[in-house]
Nanobody
Framework: QVQLVESGGGLVQAGVSLRLSCAVS????????MGWFRQAPGKEREFVAA????????RYADSVKGRFAISRDNAKNTVYLQMNSLKPEDTAVYYC??????????????????WGQGTQVTVSS
């Protein structure tokens, strides 16, 4: 059974940092590209960041570029999202997702095969 379990969310003040983790089980993690998405209240889910199977290629939404960093540890079957200089507009439920691919990174929601349940991040001003 495939499981993606996010953790690390919380309530923080603007300007601080948080690191989200997504622990993956039930699949061959190093064969999967990974992504982070988020959904704010009343809005559609949107792409945040993606990483290829090896960690050698990443991509980001313009809204987080320069503030967020995605990384992965294939030995621990875990993908991370380091979020710095958080803003109130970063408030959302954050989801990790997995896509079977050793070729590229992916930014579209419908390209992913598996999803986690999400972790809430709330940034107060």
């Amino acid at each position: 059974q495939v499981q993606l379990v996010e953790s690390g969310g919380g309530l923080v003040q603007a300007g601080v940092s948080l690191r989200l983790s997504c622990a993956v089980s039930g699949l061959s993690f190093s064969s999967y590209a990974m992504g982070w998405f988020r959904q704010a209240p009343g809005k559609e889910r949107e792409f945040v960041a993606a990483i290829n199977w090896s960690g050698g290629s990443t991509r980001y939404a313009d809204s987080v570029k320069g503030r967020f960093a995605i990384s992965r540890d294939n030995a621990k079957n875990t993908v991370y999202l380091q979020m710095n200089s958080l803003k109130p507009e970063d408030t959302a439920v954050y989801y990790c997702a997995a896509k079977l691919s050793r070729v590229a990174t992916f930014a579209r929601e419908n390209e992913y095969d598996y999803w986690g349940q999400g972790t809430q991040v709330t940034v107060s001003s």
